[in-house]
C-alpha cells in the first residue's frame, strides 16, 4: 500500500462544476502540500498546510489530521484549471509525493 | 521570484553514454534536489544537497551521482544511461537547511528534463 494516496486518479469535469480531489496518508505528518503541475512538466505549490483550511481565489485545501485526509477543492472550475494535481506529505525527515490526480476541464 | 532553470526540455541519449542535467537556481537557495517522476510512481527523491560539495542520497540513487560545486547549481549524472533510467527529471530548491521540507518553506521546481534513453 502506498504511503500517499490520491483519488480519483483522472477526472473530466464541465467548465463551472465543482470539483474535489482526495488525498489519504498513512504516515504521521508535520505538513502537506498540494501543487499543480501543467502538460509540460513545471510544478508549481497551491498550498502548505498543517491543520484546517486555506483558500486562495477559486482553490480551497482542508486537512483532517486525524483522519488522515485532506481534499483540494475548486470552485467554478476552468478549463485552464487542467492540469495534474499532486499531493505531498513530510514526515519526519523526509517527504512522500502522491501518484497526482490528472484534471481535464472541458469548456 | 524565484527562478529555477534546468539545461535541457527534452533530451534524447543512447544506452552507455554519459549524461549530463544541469539546474540552476538564482536565489541564494542552501537546499537542491534532483527527483524523477514516472506514471503513476510520483516524484522519487534520487538525491538532494543542503550545502556546496555536500550531498545526501534519497530513495533511488543506484545509476545516479551529483555535484555541487557552486551554491547556485546543482548537477545530476548518469554515469552509463540506460533504458530504465528514461523520465521526466525534476530539480528543485529550497530556502531552509531544515532537512527537506519545513513546515513554513516551499520547494520551487525547474520545468523538468523528458530524458529517454534508447
Known amino acids: 500500500k502506498n504511503e500517499v494516496e490520491q483519488s480519483p486518479q483522472n477526472l473530466t469535469a464541465q467548465e463551472g462544476e465543482f470539483i474535489t480531489i482526495n488525498c489519504s496518508y498513512s504516515?504521521?505528518?508535520?505538513?502537506l502540500h498540494w501543487l499543480q503541475q501543467h502538460p509540460g512538466g513545471g510544478i508549481v505549490s497551491l498550498f502548505m498546510?498543517?491543520?484546517g483550511k486555506k483558500k486562495h481565489g477559486r482553490l480551497i485545501a482542508t486537512i483532517n489530521i486525524q483522519e488522515k485526509h485532506s481534499s483540494l477543492h475548486i470552485t467554478a472550475s476552468h478549463p485552464r484549471d487542467s492540469a495534474v494535481y499532486i499531493c505531498?506529505?513530510?514526515?519526519?525527515?523526509?517527504?512522500?509525493f502522491g501518484p497526482g490526480t490528472s484534471l481535464s476541464v472541458i469548456p | 521570484d524565484v527562478k529555477v532553470t534546468q539545461s535541457s526540455r527534452y533530451l534524447v541519449k543512447r544506452t552507455g553514454e554519459k549524461v549530463f542535467l544541469e539546474c540552476v537556481q538564482d536565489?541564494?537557495?542552501?537546499?537542491m534536489f534532483w527527483y524523477r517522476q514516472d506514471p503513476g510512481l510520483g516524484l522519487r527523491l534520487i538525491y538532494f544537497?543542503?550545502?556546496?560539495?555536500?550531498?545526501e542520497k534519497g530513495d533511488i540513487p543506484e545509476g545516479y551521482s551529483v555535484s555541487r560545486e557552486k551554491k547556485e547549481r546543482f548537477s545530476l549524472i548518469l554515469e552509463s544511461a540506460s533504458t530504465n533510467q528514461t523520465s521526466m527529471y525534476l530539480c528543485?530548491?529550497?530556502?531552509?537547511?531544515?532537512?527537506?521540507?519545513?513546515?513554513?518553506?516551499?520547494?520551487?521546481f525547474g520545468p523538468g528534463t523528458r530524458l529517454t534513453v534508447l
Open positions: 528543485a530548491s529550497t530556502l531552509s537547511r531544515l532537512a527537506q521540507w519545513s513546515s513554513t518553506d516551499t520547494q520551487y
Open positions: 504516515v504521521g505528518i508535520s505538513a
Open positions: 498546510l498543517s491543520s
Open positions: 505531498a506529505v513530510k514526515d519526519y525527515d523526509k517527504v512522500i
Open positions: 536565489m541564494d537557495h542552501e537546499n
Open positions: 544537497s543542503y550545502d556546496v560539495k555536500m550531498k
